[in-house]
């Protein structure tokens, strides 16, 4: 109580005061305990402090808070502490904590990637089924490193959990063939154990193996950092030769390999205003608009005035079409007509968008917000993904069927966007593992059969072949059966959460296929936090303290 606390406060006042006085011997020893040689008295039955609370103990947590929360979680450069005003700071913090110099801070960045490193192979040894997304990078000092995610749904008593660690993050020196990468793959699978876990692995395609996997950092005049993470290497979006395609597909022959999915949307999308000119002269009028209000302070002050300080038009990336589509929309939120009284009071006549443009944009958007919306539904990573793959393709091939008739500028848009989606991902309705995952999420199900254009009902039959795995024990095909008839939009990993018993074969395929990712984004991600670290002040960097950090960053939780 605030009596008995009251109470406390005295008694401790007095034996302090009591000790000051006469010294220890006259205060009561059935009233106070030393706990340290300095004038440290506590009150008898308080409770005492612990053993790991004194000075030495205070200063490990403020040098792991250090450690964690501001090199590694805020991304701040080692050297922050020797800086003498951060030094100072921490004094002001704790004046008895004596701060540690850069290089004992490297050592211990090193000693606590290697414990994530035993906690991650202990966390591997318990599942019995992974999936992993490879790819390579190149840093601001062009030396490559080899990304590899590693993804798993782990099973608790009552429920599931998408799992995505970086497995590796390693220096790779020398040429960037298929089978180097490949012979370094499988080094990193043996030291974790999981080369006869594996189930699939999802890269990009690429035409030149050591620039295609380059992913660069460019940062947009005035505006933010982009915190997607998504990728801007114009190569990154070419199809591989078949030569080496041919090479990477032997050397990773024993697994299945899987195209990510958003990179294959990307090149769908390219070909379709690759084959679109009549949107040209918008677009070009757009991007030097843009360009005029990052580089132009009238032009900026005046826009601002009309629509305010917090409105602007990002800047687009010719590799980023989801990038165009942000600059379209971001422009159409203006008014039109004072858009152009804008432009024309400022002298840019030429910049003037006409109406016939205006709603030319107006469709484009109405085109391709879609597939935006399709890119950003399979990016996520701690999430099941590769369930709405096949979903998507059919539900972007029914909304370009449906447009056709309706389009009255960028019909040719359409035409080329359908056809390449057809040729493009013909290849997923052949492959098991999509239709597997599309099924076995109950968000899904089989709702997306009947509404479509290039599914054949024949696929029915097959797709129950494909789930019903032999099971001695139990009915899969009851199981299959009540399963459709209990699926009904709920989220993927509570469902297999309240059915692994009354589902245990559908289950355990669910489990197994829902893991993998529908695309490369969250090594793609690692390469994003690579980049973030390795700012230009920063570039002396060496690539092991760099892998180091890395691999605490994205293995943080």
């Not at 917090?310 to 600059?327: D, E, M």
Request: one cysteine or more; charged letters at 25%; hydrophobic letters at 40%.
């Amino acid at each position: 109580t605030l009596a008995n606390f009251v109470l406390a406060c005295v008694l401790r006042v007095k034996l302090v005061i009591i000790y000051h006085k006469s010294g220890p011997s006259n205060a009561s020893t059935n009233n106070v305990h030393r706990v340290s040689s300095g004038s440290r008295w506590i009150v008898s039955g308080a409770p005492e402090q612990k053993a790991d609370s004194g000075p030495e103990h205070r200063e490990q947590t403020i040098t792991n808070a250090l450690l964690r929360d501001l090199i590694i979680g805020c991304n701040l450069p080692l050297s922050i502490v020797e800086n003498k005003s951060f030094r100072h700071f921490l004094t002001v913090v704790d004046s008895k904590y004596s701060p540690i110099c850069r290089r004992t801070m490297t050592s211990k960045i090193e000693d606590l990637a290697a414990e994530k490193h035993l906690m991650l192979k202990t966390q591997l040894s318990q599942t019995d089924h992974v999936s992993v997304t490879v790819d390579i990078w190149s840093d601001r000092k062009m030396r490559g490193f080899l990304g590899i995610t590693v993804h798993w749904i782990q099973k608790g008593i009552e429920r599931l959990e998408v799992k995505s660690k970086l497995l590796a993050f390693e220096r790779f020196k020398g040429s960037h063939t298929g089978e180097r990468i490949c012979e370094k793959f499988e080094a990193v699978c043996d030291e974790y154990n999981i080369k006869d876990k594996l189930d699939y692995i999802i890269s990009d395609n690429a035409a030149n193996m050591r620039k295609a996997f380059t992913v660069c950092f460019p940062t947009d005049q005035g505006e933010e950092p982009d915190d997607n993470h998504r990728l801007d290497d114009p190569e990154l979006w070419h199809d591989l030769p078949l030569e080496d395609q041919e090479t990477v597909g032997a050397s990773l022959g024993k697994k299945h390999r899987l195209q990510c999915f958003a990179h294959t949307l990307q090149l769908v999308v390219r070909d379709g205003l690759t084959e679109t000119k009549v949107a040209s002269p918008a677009l070009s009028k757009l991007s030097k608009l843009s360009s005029l209000l990052h580089t132009s302070t009238t032009l900026k002050d005046v826009f601002e005035a009309e629509f305010g300080e917090r409105k602007s038009i990002p800047a687009s990336v010719i590799t980023r079409w989801n990038s165009t589509v942000r600059q379209v929309k971001a422009v159409l939120q203006c008014e039109h007509l004072k858009l152009c009284a804008i432009l024309e009071k400022a002298g840019h006549k030429k910049l003037l968008f006409t109406i016939r443009e205006w709603n030319l944009l107006k469709e484009m958007v109405d085109i391709l917000k879609p597939f935006e919306e399709a890119t950003d539904l399979t990016q996520g990573e701690k999430i099941v993904t590769i369930s709405a793959v096949v979903p998507s393709v059919l539900s972007l091939n029914h909304h370009l069927e449906k447009l056709k008739p309706q389009v009255r500028f960028l019909n040719g848009l359409v035409s080329s966007l359908q056809a390449s989606l057809n040729k493009r991902f013909l290849g997923i309705f052949i492959n098991p593992v999509y239709l597997k995952a599309a099924a076995l999420d109950p968000a899904f199900s089989l709702l997306w059969v009947e509404h479509h254009v290039l599914f054949c009902r024949c696929y029915l039959d097959v797709f129950s072949d494909l789930i019903l795995e032999n099971d001695v024990q139990t009915s899969p095909a009851l199981q299959l059966s009540h399963y459709l008839h209990i699926a009904d939009g709920q989220n993927a990993l509570l469902f297999w959460a309240m059915n692994m018993h009354t589902l245990p074969s559908l289950f355990n395929v669910a489990t197994r296929v829902l893991a993998v990712p529908a695309c490369s984004a969250p090594v793609e991600r690692v390469f994003s936090y690579g980049g973030i670290i390795l700012r230009p002040h920063r570039a002396q960097m060496t690539d092991r303290v760099l892998a180091s950090l890395v691999f605490c960053k994205c293995n943080a939780e």
